[in-house]
T-cell receptor, first 112, second 113 residues
Framework: DAGVTQSPTHLIKTRGQQVTLRCSPK?????VSWYQQALGQGPQFIFQ???????QRGNFPDRFSGHQFPNYSSELNVNALLLGDSALYLC???????????FGQGTRLTVV | AQTVTQSQPEMSVQEAETVTLSCTYD???????LFWYKQPPSRQMILVIR??????QNATENRFSVNFQKAAKSFSLKISDSQLGDTAMYFC??????????FGPGTRLSVLP
């Protein structure tokens, strides 16, 4: 079992550009959550996808959007990148509202 | 609103010694779970231990144990026989059933040889 996989591992973008991050959940999991972890801080919840719908959303602007595909994989899109979007983006998968979540290794996004 | 506080930004411990990391939380829910996650330089969050709020017995996983004080909303992690591989960021997290994780700011633990 490959666990939760995220791609790419590192990414550098210019302010104002758009970025797409990808996540494949652990086998058997149908729920994907995304978190933003700024340097030196704890992860902050962005949103959660279940059955291809956004089920919950944290306090993030509409520039942050997502998608879940029929195979349960997910994408996080960020438009009009700001310097403050530089962070580690973590994906976590679980089964429905289960309390056992597995995290990927994250995508390090740097906005210059 | 749910909050998690970790008052120790950094801690260090000698190899083979015992260290305790502190965490306090706040929630109005009755059905919730508490977790300690470890994040080494590889960045991946690794589950260390979890506690169901409805269970009075403190959780234990090998060298890791918790002191769960529900009335005080306190959830500390004790690491016994510390090993060099325990060096990492440690995050306390709260999960209300059916909702998302709320993480604390983390404690950076260094195990010294």
């Amino acid at each position: 079992d490959a666990g939760v996989t995220q791609s790419p591992t590192h990414l550098i973008k210019t302010r104002g550009q758009q970025v797409t991050l990808r996540c494949s959940p652990k086998s058997g999991h149908d729920t994907v959550s995304w978190y933003q972890q700024a340097l030196g801080q704890g992860p902050q919840f962005i949103f959660q996808y279940y059955e291809e719908e956004e089920r919950q959303r944290g306090n993030f602007p509409d520039r942050f959007s997502g998608h879940q595909f029929p195979n349960y994989s997910s994408e996080l899109n960020v438009n009009a990148l700001l310097l403050g979007d530089s962070a580690l983006y973590l994906c976590a998968s679980s089964y429905d509202r289960g309390t056992e979540a597995f995290f990927g290794q994250g995508t390090r996004l740097t906005v210059v | 609103a749910q909050t998690v506080t970790q008052s120790q930004p950094e801690m260090s411990v000698q190899e083979a010694e015992t260290v305790t990391l502190s965490c306090t939380y706040d929630t109005s829910e009755s059905n919730y779970y508490l977790f300690w996650y470890k994040q080494p330089p590889s960045r991946q969050m690794i589950l260390v231990i979890r506690q169901e709020a409805y269970k009075q017995q403190n959780a234990t996983e090998n060298r890791f144990s918790v002191n769960f004080q529900k009335a005080a909303k306190s959830f500390s992690l004790k690491i016994s026989d510390s090993q060099l591989g325990d060096t990492a960021m440690y995050f306390c997290a709260l999960l209300n059933y059916g909702q998302n994780f709320v993480f604390g700011p983390g404690t950076r633990l260094s195990v010294l040889p």
